[in-house]
C-alpha cells in the first residue's frame, strides 16, 4: 500500500506561486501517480513561490488552460516557501537561476537538492538557458507554449525520480 512507503518531498518554484509552479507541480504529480508503483517512495509533489504572498489566486489564464487539460487548480492559493519547506524539501525544482540562487542565498543547506527544472537530469545536454518564461498576464500563445514545456519536462523529470528512486 502507498501510505507505508518513505514520502519522498518534491518542491516546485516560481515566483508568485499563481502560474507556473502550481501548474508544473500538477502535471508532475500526476505524472508521477502513473509510475509511482514502481518505487519504494511515495512522492509528494508541492509549489511554492519564492516570493510569495499566501492566499493568492490562481491566474485566470493557466487556469481555464489546466482545466482545458483535465487538471483542477481553481482552489490553489499562493504559498511561500519558508523554512519550514525548505527543512522538508527532498528536491527543490525551481523556474530560472534567479530562484535557484535566491533559493540557495537564504536556504544554504539546500545545496546539491535545487535544480533549475531545465537542468534536472538533463544529462549532459547542452542548454541555452535553464529559463522557463514566466507567461502571467501575456497573451494567450504564451501559455500554450509554458504548458507544453511543462508537460514535456514534467514526464522527463517524472521518469528520472522514478529511475533514482528506484535504485535507491
Avoid at 81 to 107: C, G, P, W
Avoid at 111 to 138: C, F, H, K, Q, W
Wanted: with cysteine; proline share 4%; charged share 25%.
Amino acid at each position: 500500500m502507498n501510505w507505508f512507503k518513505k514520502k519522498y518531498n518534491v518542491y516546485v518554484l516560481c515566483t508568485a506561486n499563481i502560474t507556473r509552479s502550481p501548474y508544473f507541480a500538477a502535471v508532475l504529480q500526476q505524472c508521477v501517480k502513473r509510475q509511482e508503483r514502481d518505487t519504494s517512495c511515495r512522492i509528494c509533489v508541492y509549489s511554492c513561490g519564492t516570493h510569495a504572498v499566501r492566499g493568492r489566486p490562481i491566474d485566470e489564464g493557466i487556469r481555464l488552460i489546466a482545466s482545458r487539460n483535465g487538471l483542477n487548480l481553481g482552489r490553489h492559493a499562493s504559498t511561500p516557501f519558508t523554512s519550514l519547506e525548505a527543512q522538508q524539501a527532498d528536491i527543490v525544482l525551481v523556474m530560472d537561476d534567479v530562484q535557484k540562487n535566491d533559493v540557495l542565498v537564504k536556504y544554504p543547506e539546500l545545496g546539491g537538492r535545487v535544480y533549475a527544472i531545465l537542468e534536472y537530469a538533463s544529462n549532459g545536454r547542452r542548454l541555452a538557458s535553464t529559463d522557463i518564461m514566466d507567461p502571467t498576464g501575456r497573451e494567450p500563445d504564451l501559455y500554450r507554449r509554458f504548458c507544453r514545456l511543462a508537460d514535456e519536462e514534467a514526464t522527463r523529470i517524472s521518469r528520472a525520480l522514478i529511475e533514482s528512486l528506484s535504485d535507491a
